[in-house]
């Protein structure tokens, strides 16, 4: 059984000092409109978050219930790779199916969502950890928000950045990498921080 401390832990983790998106570089390959638009961005986040948290719901039984079983670990990677795609697939068809509305703002967002990093790394993580199943599901819900506060936190800065005011050699993608190694050294503080 989790105590509370240990799954504030493992929140404060995937939030801050393990942010997938600036720390791990997981979660990169999202539609670019993110990095633009905040709208965009937490629309793509909530989307990665809904993914992470089922691909932990169901990666963390495929593992122990059948790969460790069985003793085809090896196999974890491919399982995943497989996993993830799938289950994007089947949201993709049950928002289609019962919430159209839905499925047309969100439905780019989540075909992007099954070749993004960020949902087979948390999944691999968590597997990799051994941690259980609460606690899975608490990586990969914290994970998802972290990485849309970033999302949106980057697009919104993006729209801050005056481009008149920055020198023509930093204009366009330097300013943007400088933006985001800013944003990752403010989270590279909280590396390392462990209750106790």
């Not at 499925?103 to 691999?124: E, K």
């Amino acid at each position: 059984m989790n105590t509370a401390l240990e799954l504030t832990g493992v929140a404060l983790a995937a939030l801050l000092s393990e942010n997938l998106l600036l720390v791990s570089s997981m979660g990169i390959g999202t539609h670019t409109e993110s990095f633009q638009k905040p709208q965009e961005a937490l629309r793509t986040g909530a989307s990665l978050t809904l993914v992470m948290v089922l691909a932990a719901l169901c990666a963390w039984p495929l593992n122990y219930f059948v790969l460790v079983r069985f003793g085809m670990e090896h196999f974890r990677l491919l399982a995943f790779s497989l996993l993830i795609p799938g289950l994007a697939a089947a949201l993709r068809a049950f928002f289609r199916t019962c919430i159209p509305e839905l499925s047309r703002r969100i439905d780019g967002h989540l075909a992007s969502i099954s070749t993004n990093c960020a949902a087979l790394g948390s999944a691999l993580l968590v597997v990799q950890r051994s941690y259980s199943l609460g606690s899975a599901l608490v990586f990969a819900l914290c994970g998802g928000v972290g990485v849309t506060l970033a999302l949106a936190s980057f697009a919104s800065l993006q729209g801050e950045v005056d481009l008149d005011r920055c020198p023509r050699s930093f204009q366009g993608v330097p300013i943007q990498l400088i933006t985001a190694g800013l944003m990752a050294m403010a989270l590279m503080g909280y590396y390392g921080l462990y209750l106790d």
